[in-house]
């Protein structure tokens, strides 16, 4: 147990423009395991970038994480890309706000090089 305040900033999961900024005192419980970024998640987003620039502009975008899942956000184009340590799939939600599963991250990977 750990006895003091939180800080802590969150981002919209609906609207990323929006940030929220809190301060929390009390008695808190910690548990669970905080992503680190993954080498191969920022090579398969940086070929990502490269082929389909379409989709995912302005390039260059920092990989951040919600939940279970390691992403990049592109605003010119209100897209992200993503790989849930869930289920270890690639995921695409377009500015439609329809989250596609686009299979098996070990297949983008491979094809990308980045194995």
Request: net charge negative; hydrophobic share 35%.
């Amino acid at each position: 147990l750990t006895v003091g305040y939180i800080h802590a900033l969150a981002i919209d999961p609906y609207n990323p423009a929006i940030l929220y900024a809190g301060s929390l005192g009390g008695v808190f419980h910690f548990s669970g395991v905080n992503p680190t970024p993954d080498a191969s998640a920022n090579c398969l987003f940086n070929w990502a970038e490269g082929h389909y620039s379409n989709l995912f502009a302005p390039s260059g975008s920092q990989m951040a994480f919600w939940r279970s899942y390691a992403y990049r956000y592109y605003s010119a184009t209100n897209a992200y890309v993503g790989i849930s340590s869930t289920d270890n799939h690639a995921y695409y939600l377009g500015p439609d706000g329809n989250m596609q599963d686009e299979g098996p991250a070990s297949y983008w990977l491979n094809l990308a090089g980045c194995q």
